[in-house]
Every structure is written in C-alpha cells, then in structure tokens.
C-alpha cells in the first residue's frame, strides 16, 4: 500500500452559517466548503484533510461528517488526495469512520490513537490494528499534547509493519522525532505542526499536513517547493515573516485563529466555531491580525491582483 504524500496536504477548515435548527445554531455550509477546497487545489495544494481538529469533526452530526467528505471527494475530484480524519474514542468506532471514508471516495485516512482515553501501547496498537483491516491507506497521528498518547518511534516503527501504514504526521513538537521516526523504520514522516515544518522538512519529512495553508495556500506551497529543493535561504526568508501567524497551529485556540486568519485573508471560509470552542478575544484577534497581515505582506509577490 503506499500513497504518494509530498506536498501540502490542508487540514481543512469548516464554515458554518446561521440555522436555529442546527446544533448550536450553525449549520456546515456544504458550498462554501466546496468552494474552497477548489481553492486550495486551485492554489497547488496535494490534497485536503476533512474532518480533523480544524474541520470541528468532534462538534459534528454523524451525517455531517460523512457529507463533509463526500463534498471534498467532490471539489477535489482527480486533481489531488482526500484524506479523512476518521478519529474516534474506540476502534470500532473509528473503524466505522474508515468504512464510510471508504465508501465517500477518501483516497485515505488520518488517525489519532483512541481519543478522550490514555491508551496503553497494547490498546493503541489493537485501534491501528483494526482499522488497518479496512484497507485505506493509514497517516497515523501522533499528538501527545491532545490525546495524551504519544507514538514514540519504536511504537511507531511496530505500526509501521501493519500492511496499510504508509505515514506518520508527527506532531509532538520535538523536532528530532522526525530523524527519530526514519531511522527506525521505512515510512513518510509528515510535518504536523506549522510552526515547526522548517526543521521537519530539512530533516527529511516528506510533505506537509498543514493548518494556515488555509489562509494562505499559495505561500504555503512556495515554501513547501522550496525547502524540498534545498534552496534553505529563499525558504527562511519566507518562513521568518510567516512563522508568528503559524505558532497559532500549536495554541490552545488554533481553530478560532486559523478561522479568524482566514477572515482577514477574505476568504468566505472563516466564521464561527461550534461549541465547545468560543470566540478569541478582542486581544488575540488583534494579535492574530497583525501577523496574518505580516504574512500577506512576505507573500504578496506570489499572489495574482484580483
């Protein structure tokens, strides 16, 4: 099994607009979603990641979820990969969401190990185990900071023998894990965290699964072609100005900021977040500005005039 991961992969975004009759008051603009999925792929981005942390994937309806990635099969079409986040507290239950990403057309999944639990090694590999059996191509995980299960390398390394493991998205935040991962074991390591992708490419990561590529998906590629051909310099001129507005990926309020971005970037994609995220305060949104108005400006020569 293998599945070709260079590039910028987005983890996507969802808007919602105003319905008293949907949860919490906010219903999936499924068009808008479609909209800017084009947009991203319009932009050189690989792929889309619906249904991860910034897709809200806990805050959704089970249909919701299966309508969302059904929409990015849709938008994407042949041009790029759809890899579904199919995370659940149990494996039968992310098994179940690795069914229906199957059946919705996902090219493959992302998985964290069991979510709201702290899962010995034993039960973190039975999770893996059993949604390897459905046959898409696995990214695993690996957020120790969310779900208190860290995949250290030789866990990952015992994973990485399952048939359907193909990649890792490594997001502990320690950046030697990337070097770590590859000497153990055969598998495409894939940068997790925005404001650590310098140091996760130049070790040997092979794309990006990334949060702000939303807000700037044109940049985020140029970056990406730049470090993956070694021209360091032009790489770390671009990244200085971008990485204030990418440390927002690793804050507790990174869906709000990333959303928020999105809205200063004006695109129609940015917009609420359903509970139990709540809105930045007028601070943060001040600060979230300033350095997505920063980042405008490093990337402004690559945008097209509208």
Known sequence: MSLDLGGVIVATTLPFRPDDRAPAGLAVDYDAYARHCDWLMANGCRGVGPNGSLGEYSSLTDEERRQVVRTAREAV????????????????????????????????????PPTLYRANREEVLTHYRKVDEVGLPIMMYN??????VDLTPD?????????????VKEFSLDARRVREILDRC???VIAGADDLLFEALVAGATGWFAGYPN???REAVRLYELLHADRVAEARALFTEMAPV???????????????????VGE???????PPR????EAQQAIVRRDTERALAAGAALRPSR
């Open 77 to 112: 079409g042949d041009r790029g990969l759809v890899v579904a986040g199919v995370h659940g507290v149990g494996w039968h239950q992310a098994r179940a969401w690795a069914e229906a990403a199957a059946e919705d057309g996902a090219d493959g999944v992302l998985l964290l």
């Open 143 to 148: 957020n120790p900071i969310d779900t208190k």
């Open 155 to 167: 866990l990952i390394a015992e994973l990485a023998e399952l048939p359907n493991v193909v990649a």
């Open 186 to 188: 055969d598998i495409d």
């Open 215 to 217: 807000a700037f998906p």
């Open 246 to 264: 990418f440390a927002w990926d690793s804050r507790t309020e990174f869906v709000q900021a990333i959303k928020f971005s999105v809205d200063v």
């Open 268 to 274: 129609s994609v940015g917009g609420p977040t359903r």
């Open 278 to 281: 709540g809105p930045l305060s």
